[in-house]
């Protein structure tokens, strides 16, 4: 019962927060927007960044909504994006920030949206997050697993660039079995928590 769980809570929130596309509120948190591009709320993004975001996704594939969780539908050079505290789109980008500048100016047909370096893509972050998956759905992993009582949750962040792997017990000792069963990877951060709402 508890390794299921877990991977409700994984999924759930995994598909919430992964969509790539999160609002930054006025504390700096992110808020996810759903696959319709509306946020928990059922509002849509403000104006201009809504549409960009729109325009940069169609330019990885015209069927990126259906495509969203897969690794393989981001390009390298692609960590995530969200719309910052002026309302203005955000796209994250790993490499050289002013010539991806110049490559999504000409994709998304204007200036108007900032450019921040980040250092994993966020393909790389899918890929840890379905490491995670892989783990919390083995059937030979026991319920009791010191891993499987103490996870709470985790998924990609693109504010932060990480994945955020949330232990209800946080110590070394569970922070280094974590890393050698799961996946040990630079693009995870580790938090004490629990999913707000799903707990």
Do not use: K
Not at 25 to 47: C, H, I, M
Not at 154 to 164: C, G, H, I, L
């Amino acid at each position: 019962m508890m390794r299921w769980c877990g991977i409700f809570v994984f999924l759930v929130f995994f598909a919430v927060a992964s969509c790539g596309r999160m609002y930054r509120g006025g504390d700096g948190t992110g808020v996810a927007l759903s696959a319709a591009g509306v946020d928990d709320a059922g509002v849509l993004p403000e104006g201009l960044a809504g549409v960009l975001y729109e325009r940069l996704m169609a330019s990885f594939a015209d069927d990126w909504r259906v495509r969203e969780m897969d690794p393989g539908l981001y390009p390298d050079f692609y960590g995530g994006a969200f719309v910052g505290d002026d309302g203005r789109l955000v796209v994250a980008v790993t490499g050289d920030g002013a010539a991806e500048r110049v490559r999504l100016a000409g994709i998304l047909g204007t200036e108007d949206f900032v450019v921040e370096s980040v250092a994993y893509s966020y393909g790389r972050m899918l890929r840890v997050s379905d490491s995670i998956e892989v783990f919390l759905a083995d059937g030979d992993v026991a319920e009791d697993h010191l891993l499987m009582r103490r996870f709470a949750g985790a998924f990609p962040d693109v504010t932060v660039n990480r994945v955020r792997v949330l232990l209800t017990v946080m110590d070394s000792v569970t922070v280094r079995l974590f890393r050698e069963v799961v996946v040990d990877s630079p693009v995870i951060m580790f938090e004490q928590g629990e999913l707000p709402g799903l707990m």
